[in-house]
């Protein structure tokens, strides 16, 4: 069965992709082993399951930035830590509104 903590990771990386992909960047998905590019959410996703840690690196035109994503460390509703590039501050405000919001929810 699912956890919280894994069903609202699930929930900002949906956020993030479907944000992204809205400004027309391609992502792909560093492991620590390789770099992927990701086809679609459930590639990321299938990814995901799989990691302890997950670098995203966005790409658009001569821009690039990445979102560094620490996963499991906590069981409180959520524990996401994510770190990104101020580049991508601009794309992904839903994302850190998402974000907000559950961890004033799970008072993290």
Not at 6 to 23: D, G, R, V
Not at 61 to 89: A, H, M, P, Q, T
Request: aromatic fraction near 10%; proline fraction near 1%.
């Amino acid at each position: 069965m699912i956890s919280v903590t894994q069903k609202n990771e699930i929930k900002i990386i949906t956020a993030l992709y479907n944000e992204l992909m809205s400004h027309q960047f391609t992502i792909s998905v560093d492991d620590g082993e390789a770099i992927n590019k990701t086809h679609s959410l459930s590639d990321m996703l299938d990814w995901y399951q799989n990691l302890d840690e997950m670098r995203l690196i966005a790409k658009k035109d001569d821009l690039k930035g990445s979102v560094y994503f620490i996963f499991g460390n906590g069981s409180k509703g959520i524990y996401c830590i994510i770190d990104n590039s101020e580049y991508l501050e601009p794309y992904m405000t839903k994302t850190n509104e998402l974000t907000e919001q559950l961890c004033k929810k799970f008072d993290v």
